[in-house]
T-cell receptor, first 116, second 114 residues
Framework: GNSVTQMEGPVTLSEEAFLTINCTYT??????LFWYVQYPGEGLQLLLK?????DKGSNKGFEATYRKETTSFHLEKGSVQVSDSAVYFC???????????????FGTGTLLAVQP | DTAVSQTPKYLVTQMGNDKSIKCEQN?????MYWYKQDSKKFLKIMFS???????INETVPNRFSPKSPDKAHLNLHINSLELGDSAVYFC?????????????FGPGTRLTVL
């Protein structure tokens, strides 16, 4: 079945450090890929997405490229801030065209802690 | 201008009680979902409704009964609450389009069963 594997956390970085959170997936068909972020005590917010191979999603300095050959969607940011501290979830969606059986399958989440 | 809203935000109750969580979206989407996030932050889909019709039911105990009175609302009723039901429940919505449906999440309802 479809699944998402994320690197275990927590990831602890100093401000302005480079961030990579690894995400790989297993899926039949051609899923869309997403990164969601959950700040402490809040709900999930869409961070970025990519719907086909070689697409790059980007937002707020974060980016991730849909790599079909390595089945990966790693999240990167060149210079993290304390305000980026949150849990980051990689997810895939395998929409059933003509229907609405679109469920998100999430990775286990990676806690990022950025220290001043 | 809240997009997906849930009530209540916190719910504390005793084992065996029955409770409901409400969700509303003002995005004009045709599909709504319930997800459960456990204590380890793991998220799993429970139900999905499209145009008020149940589409996904992920082997959830039948103590959980979703109800969608219209496209903008999806409520979750839980009977005979158990300790293991303690979790954060997230509602989400999306619009059915070819090429991928982006889901937008509510703020969550933290349910604590004592």
């Amino acid at each position: 079945g479809n699944s998402v594997t994320q690197m275990e956390g927590p990831v602890t970085l100093s401000e302005e450090a480079f961030l990579t959170i690894n995400c790989t997936y297993t899926a039949t068909g051609y899923p869309s890929l997403f990164w969601y972020v959950q700040y402490p005590g809040e709900g999930l917010q869409l961070l970025l997405k990519a719907t086909k191979a070689d697409d790059k999603g980007s937002n707020k300095g974060f980016e991730a490229t849909y790599r079909k050959e390595t089945t990966s969607f790693h999240l990167e940011k060149g210079s993290v801030q304390v305000s980026d501290s949150a849990v980051y979830f990689c997810a895939l969606s395998d929409p059933n065209y003509g229907g609405a059986t679109n469920k998100l399958i999430f990775g286990t989440g990676t806690l990022l802690a950025v220290q001043p | 201008d809240t997009a997906v809203s849930q009530t209540p935000k916190y719910l504390v109750t005793q084992m065996g009680n029955d409770k409901s969580i409400k969700c509303e979206q003002n995005l004009g989407h045709d599909t709504m979902y319930w997800y459960k996030q456990d204590s380890k932050k793991f998220l799993k889909i429970m139900f999905s409704y499209n145009n008020k019709e149940l589409i996904i039911n992920e082997t959830v105990p039948n103590r959980f009964s979703p109800k969608s009175p219209d496209k903008a609302h999806l409520n979750l009723h839980i009977n005979s609450l158990e300790l293991g039901d303690s979790a954060v429940y997230f509602c989400a919505s999306s619009q059915t389009v070819a090429g991928g449906h982006t889901q937008y999440f509510g703020p969550g309802t933290r349910l604590t069963v004592l």
